[in-house]
């Protein structure tokens, strides 16, 4: 089944460890995104990717690094993790951005402690 | 700045009709769109507007007033699994989609 895949699903992580975070999608395209998403907030923007060997900062990239590899496969990495970055990881993907629909990996819940 | 505004939380009775509002502020428009995201889920696309007015998609259907920098997302013949957190999200002028905090739609019987 065509789609996006996230892994881990759940973690639970001591502070200050490094911890990278999978995203993997099958469809071709070319933009993929990196989000996180807490109580009472929208969706923020961590990192970008417009197209494989680029990437970009979002609104909330402090503390996260990405790469992209390829097409299929954009990591999310944590250096050193800390409590406040203790959230719902989603990933997603696009066909090639603008306004076109995007569509979400079923996220990874990381709580640092 | 960049926002958007939609109320926390509704509740409607199966089988009726809600009206979820959004207001958003953005530099640069470049669409509004929809999603659904049932408890523990991804968020999934319902809709996308670019021009004003109303585009209607079976049960549900989304309208656009770009002037008002106002959309609303009409839910008809409500149904339980309908409830869930509805998100709007404006794309700007960086192609940057930048999102609501949600509207939790409770359903009742």
Known sequence: IAGITQAPTSQILAAGRRMTLRCTQDMRHNAMYWYRQDLGLGLRLIHYSNTAGTTGKGEVPDGYSVSRANTDDFPLTLASAVPSQTSVYFCASSSEGGNTEAFFGQGTRLTVV | ?109
Not at chain 2, 18 to 34: A, D, E, K, P, R
Not at chain 2, 36 to 50: C, D, I, K, M, R
Not at chain 2, 87 to 103: E, V
């Open chain 2, 1 to 109: 700045g960049q926002n958007i505004d939609q109320p926390t939380e509704m509740t409607a009775t199966e089988g009726a009709i809600v009206q979820i509002n959004c207001t958003y502020q953005t530099s640069g428009f470049n669409g509004l769109f929809w999603y659904q995201q049932h408890a523990g889920e991804a968020p999934t696309f319902l809709s996308y507007n670019v021009l004003d007015g109303l585009e209607e998609k079976g049960r549900f259907s989304s309208f656009l007033s770009r002037s008002k920098g106002y959309s609303y997302l009409l839910l008809k013949e409500l149904q339980m699994k309908d409830s869930a957190s509805y998100l709007c999200a404006a794309m700007d002028s960086n192609y940057q989609l930048i999102w609501g905090a949600g509207t939790k739609l409770i359903i009742k019987p």
